[in-house]
Structures are given as structure tokens and as C-alpha cells.
């Protein structure tokens, strides 16, 4: 159903690792992983956490294997991925933006348009919205090693005890990456939604 896709692209590469490795164990059958190996192979995946995840998966040795291992006579051979192609900052594109907050405190909505060029990622979205408004659009981020992980919009942050979260939508449909690499399209509409977990 997900198209080779198991829970989102990130999961999918340690999923593909834990079936190519229990296989043997418990399978009947041989499992297919042709799907699965396409999506993440499709991919362009950013984030070095992502393609540390990948690379087991794409080269059939997963890390479960590891132990397993005879250094000295395995020679691995690693397929050329093609790199994509450097382009210069495309030409503006739009993006409506919108955060809204039910949960916490006195409730609260805003939206904007702004402008970005093309091929940028939301984080420059929300960069750009906070520029032209920062009293309703501010915003925080912590660095983790699958990227910058929004933390606080408009001075409500997420909390680990209240079980509390901003979720990014593109539509009505949940992001599956996050700030640093989603690329809006133009016209788009983004929502970022205060929800619990």
C-alpha cells in the first residue's frame, strides 16, 4: 500500500535491515524487498542519520550482520549512486503558512503568505514568515542528527510531559520529513498544528 514505503522513508531503511536479517529465521518464504529497496534508492535522502540508515539496506549488509563479519575476506562493493545535479535558487514560489494552537494557553491562529524560491525547504518558509512577522511567526529549533526539529512556535513549546508537539501538514496530509529537508511546492499550504502524541 505504501508503495515499498514502511511507516515513512527514514523507517523504511531499518525495517528493510530487521526483515533481510530475521528472514531466515522465521520466513517461509523469501521476502521481496525489491519495493522497499526502490522507494529508498528513489529517495534523495539529506540527512547523514538517513543515509547511515540507507546504506546497510542498499548494499544487502545490514548492521544486524555485523558480528557476523570476516573483514579480512568481505569486499564490499558500494553501487555509484547518481548525485543529483546542482542547480541555482529557482524563481519565487508561494507558500501560505499557518499555525494554530487548541491545546495550551489562550488558542490561537495565524496565517501568511510568503515568498521563497523554488527548491526551498520549509525551514526557509518559516524563516521568511518570522521576518515579515515576528510577533505572530517566531520560532525554535534544536539541531539533531536527523536535522533542525522545530521546537517552540510563537513561544509555545513542546513538551515531552505533556506528551505535546508542533506537527507539520502539507494539506491534510502529515509530513513525513521534517523542516530541513521538505521542499513546498508552489501554492502550497502548510499547517502547523500544536498536537499531542
Not at 527514514?10 to 518464504?29: C, D, G, H, I
Not at 529508498?40 to 548494499?59: R, T
Not at 505572530?136 to 526539529?149: H, I, N, Q, Y
Request: glycine residues 6%.
Amino acid at each position: 500500500e505504501g508503495k515499498g514505503v514502511i511507516g515513512n522513508i527514514y523507517s523504511t531503511s531499518l525495517a528493510m535491515q530487521v526483515l533481510e536479517t530475521a528472514s531466515k529465521f522465521y520466513a517461509p518464504r523469501e521476502w521481496d524487498c525489491a519495493q522497499a529497496f526502490s522507494a529508498v534508492y528513489n529517495h534523495q535522502l539529506q540527512q547523514p542519520m538517513a543515509v547511515a540508515q540507507a546504506v546497510p539496506a542498499l548494499v544487502h549488509k545490514p548492521y544486524l550482520d555485523a558480528a557476523s563479519l570476516d573483514c579480512s575476506v568481505v569486499a564490499v562493493t558500494i553501487p555509484q549512486l547518481p548525485l543529483p545535479p546542482l542547480c541555482p535558487p529557482g524563481p519565487p514560489i508561494t507558500v501560505h503558512y499557518t499555525i494554530t494552537n487548541t491545546l495550551k494557553g489562550k488558542p490561537f491562529q495565524f496565517s501568511i503568505t510568503v515568498s521563497v524560491p523554488a527548491g526551498s525547504t520549509l525551514l526557509a518558509v518559516l524563516q521568511a514568515a518570522k521576518k515579515a512577522n515576528p510577533k505572530d511567526f517566531s520560532f525554535e529549533t534544536e539541531a539533531t542528527s536527523w536535522g533542525p526539529m522545530v521546537v517552540s512556535i510563537h513561544g509555545l513549546a513542546g513538551s515531552e510531559k505533556d506528551r505535546t508537539f508542533w506537527e507539520f501538514f502539507s494539506g491534510a496530509d502529515s509530513l513525513q520529513e521534517g523542516v530541513g529537508t521538505y521542499k513546498p511546492q508552489d501554492g502550497e499550504h502548510i499547517r502547523a498544528v500544536f498536537s499531542t502524541y
